[in-house]
């Protein structure tokens, strides 16, 4: 949900004498946790306040609704179009090559969960920018960049950008159902062919993630009944913690934990 990607993870892993993985990177189970704030500054060129329709290859995503409304709007190859009105306390998970976005009344905020700390961040989430972008690697790159060359202001106009697209989209749905689904298949590969090309990242983020947890747990369990030797530390992550200007809205991503202070 980063509109940059780059690495947010840390705490490499090192094991104690039982095989106790001290450091896993990411948080509990390799998750990925970011609190999204909708954009809210200015409305869309549909006129509702949103974020950037998008779509990863290999994550699965979840959004847990923590104040205001809106809703969800999803586009897969075997339903189309679907909408989900979104409340407090409503949680919705999707897995990927579903194109989703945020819509919000001007109040949305949504705890966004991502299957893996790390993927996004290096590659596997492409805004809908329409085949012309997806055709012209300047054009894609020039667009993509903006919240870094101009701000909340750039993050805005990529937003706007990215939303007169899908509103073609949306057309065709309307429209010219055949060749709405060929648009969105062929927007859904164009990413999968471009995160081929990550797929020795990812493996490396996976491994240290998700599945460092995993094998943590199995070695707890198998050093029952006996107490397992467990690095009693407990990292924190401040709610004075920085913020992003994401494909979504403001991000606070929560990828990066510090060790709690003794008293």
């Known amino acids: 949900m980063v ?64 104040d205001g409304s809106g809703y969800a709007e999803f586009h897969d190859l075997e ?22 976005r945020l819509v919000s009344n001007g109040d949305l905020v949504v705890l966004c969960i991502m299957s893996s ?14 085949p ?5 690697p300047e054009l894609f790159n020039h667009l993509v960049n903006l919240p870094f060359n101009k701000g909340l202001q750039g993050a805005l106009e990529r937003r706007d950008h990215s939303v007169r697209a899908y509103m073609d989209l949306i057309h065709l749905h309307e429209t010219d159902r055949k060749a709405y689904f060929e648009e969105l298949r062929r927007y859904v590969d164009t990413h999968c062919q471009a995160v081929a090309g990550h797929a020795d990242t990812f493996n490396l983020k ?41 494909m979504c809205g403001i991000l606070r991503p929560m ?9």
């Open 255 to 263: 990828l990066t934990l510090t060790d709690l202070e003794s008293s």
């Open 117 to 130: 700390a790390g993927l996004p961040e290096s590659g596997d989430a492409r805004i809908y920018f329409g």
């Open 206 to 246: 996976v491994s240290q993630g998700p599945l460092a947890w995993a094998q943590t747990l199995r070695n707890r369990l198998a050093q029952l009944p006996g107490r397992p030797d467990i690095q009693l530390d407990v990292k924190v992550n401040r709610s004075e913690t920085g913020s992003n200007l994401g």
């Open 79 to 100: 339903n189309g179009y679907r909408k989900m009105t979104l409340n407090k306390g409503d949680y919705v998970q999707f897995p990927p090559t579903v194109m989703h």
């Open 3 to 66: 509109t940059r990607m780059t690495d947010k993870t840390t705490n490499s892993g090192t094991k104690s004498a039982s095989g106790e993985n001290a450091g896993q990177i990411g948080l509990i189970g390799g998750a990925g946790l970011t609190v999204v704030n909708v954009y809210n500054q200015s409305k869309a060129p549909d006129g509702v306040h949103s974020g950037c329709a998008h779509v990863h290859a290999v994550s699965d995503e979840a959004y847990m609704v923590m």
């Open 132 to 136: 012309d972008a997806d055709a012209d």
